[in-house]
Nanobody
Framework: QVQLVESGGGLVQAGGSLKLSCAAS????????MGWFRQAPGKEREFVAG????????YYADSVKDRFTISRDNVKNTVYLQMNSLKPEDTAVYYC?????????????????WGQGTQVTVSS
């Protein structure tokens, strides 16, 4: 069982930056691929970014590529999402998720554990 706790959300103006963190419990963090997803009001949850267990491979949705960076610290059992050049359309609840494999996926149903989410609001 893995427990995930996100933090770092908040209100920011367009063009600003935020860094989300997701702390994971357990002693085998590096054996889990991690992902960030988001869900805006009235929309389906969508993939944002993923990272392999070692951190050597990363994947991004086209909508955030070159603006967001996913990283992980396997000593601190934490995954991060650095979000730059934020846009109003980035407004959503952001969730981190863990997958029982070292290779990340882009589909939410392939992830096994989820955090409670953190709200990100970008004002225009």
């Amino acid at each position: 069982q893995v427990q995930l706790v996100e933090s770092g959300g908040g209100l920011v103006q367009a063009g600003g930056s935020l860094k989300l963190s997701c702390a994971a419990s357990g002693r085998t963090f590096s054996s889990y691929a991690m992902g960030w997803f988001r869900q805006a009001p009235g929309k389906e949850r969508e993939f944002v970014a993923g990272i392999s267990g070692s951190g050597g491979s990363t994947y991004y949705a086209d909508s955030v590529k070159d603006r967001f960076t996913i990283s992980r610290d396997n000593v601190k059992n934490t995954v991060y999402l650095q979000m730059n050049s934020l846009k109003p359309e980035d407004t959503a609840v952001y969730y981190c998720a863990a997958r029982r494999t070292v290779v990340p996926g882009t589909t939410d149903r392939t992830y096994d554990y989820w955090g409670q989410g953190t709200q990100v609001t970008v004002s225009s």
